[in-house]
């Protein structure tokens, strides 16, 4: 079992940064990849990136590189997902997932991945 707790959500003008974080307290860890996910109401969860807990293997959807940034710590057990030039598109819930079974980085999911966050809300005011 993995849990998977994000934080770091808010509302921010345009234009401005935010920093989500993604904490685990599963006391088996592994280097599986953690995905950053978003939703928007009556949508399905859209890729944004993906990492490897080493943070040598990082992939994100091409429409978001250049602005956001993840990152993983494995000592604090936590993946951040760094969002800078924010657009009220960018407006949505963020889910982080994990994929246990290892399908890979490169993999948009949703489905490969099995263990999922409660989700944080990102509004970017125009």
């Known amino acids: 079992q993995v849990q998977l707790v994000e934080s770091g959500g808010g509302l921010v003008q345009a234009g401005g940064s935010l920093r989500l974080s993604c904490a685990t307290s599963?006391?088996?860890?592994?280097?599986?990849?953690v995905g950053w996910f978003r939703q928007t109401p009556g949508q399905g969860r859209e890729f944004v990136s993906a990492?490897?807990?080493?943070?040598?293997?990082?992939y994100y959807a091409d429409s978001l590189k250049g602005r956001f940034t993840v990152s993983s710590d494995n000592a604090k057990k936590t993946v951040y997902l760094q969002m800078n030039s924010l657009k009220p598109e960018d407006t949505a819930v963020y889910y982080c997932?994990?994929?246990?079974?290892?399908?890979?980085?490169?993999?948009?999911?949703?489905?490969?991945?099995?263990?999922w966050g409660q989700g944080t809300q990102v509004t970017v005011s125009s």
């Open positions: 997932a994990a994929d246990l079974r290892g399908y890979g980085c490169h993999v948009e999911g949703p489905y490969e991945y099995d263990y």
């Open positions: 599963s006391r088996s860890f592994s280097d599986y990849p």
């Open positions: 990492i490897n807990w080493n943070g040598n293997n990082i």
